[in-house]
C-alpha cells in the first residue's frame, strides 16, 4: 500500500474563550458547533487495523470546551495502543 499513515488529528471545534492574536480562526462566528464522539466511535479502531497509528492530536479554538468528546477519542487512542496523545 502507498499511503503511509501514521497520525490523526481531530479538530474538535473552533469555538473557544480566549482571544488570542495568533488565533487561526479569528472572528469567526462561534456556533457551538463540533465533532461528536458518539457519532464517530470505532472510526479510529477501524483506521488502526490497517495502519500503524503513532500519534493522535485534538485540537481547534478550545477542544476541552467539549471535554467529554476529547476523552471518548482519547479512551478509544487507548484502547488501540496509541502511544503519543
Known amino acids: 500500500m502507498y499511503l ?23 472572528d469567526e ?3 457551538g458547533i463540533h465533532i461528536q464522539y ?3 466511535k470505532g ?3 477501524q ?3 490497517r495502519f500503524d ?5 485534538c485540537f481547534g ?3 476541552l470546551l467539549y471535554h467529554q468528546e476529547v476523552e471518548g477519542i482519547m ?9 503519543s496523545r
Request: glycine share 8%.
Open 61 to 63: 479554538g478550545e477542544p
Open 29 to 31: 462566528v462561534k456556533n
Open 43 to 45: 472510526v479510529l479502531s
Open 4 to 26: 503511509n499513515l501514521n497520525r490523526v488529528e481531530y479538530v474538535i471545534t473552533n469555538n473557544c474563550t480566549g482571544r488570542c492574536k495568533h488565533c487561526s480562526v479569528g
Open 75 to 83: 479512551s478509544e487512542a487507548n484502547s488501540c495502543n496509541i502511544g
Open 53 to 57: 497509528i503513532k500519534s493522535i492530536m
Open 38 to 40: 458518539d457519532k464517530m
Open 47 to 49: 483506521i488502526c487495523k
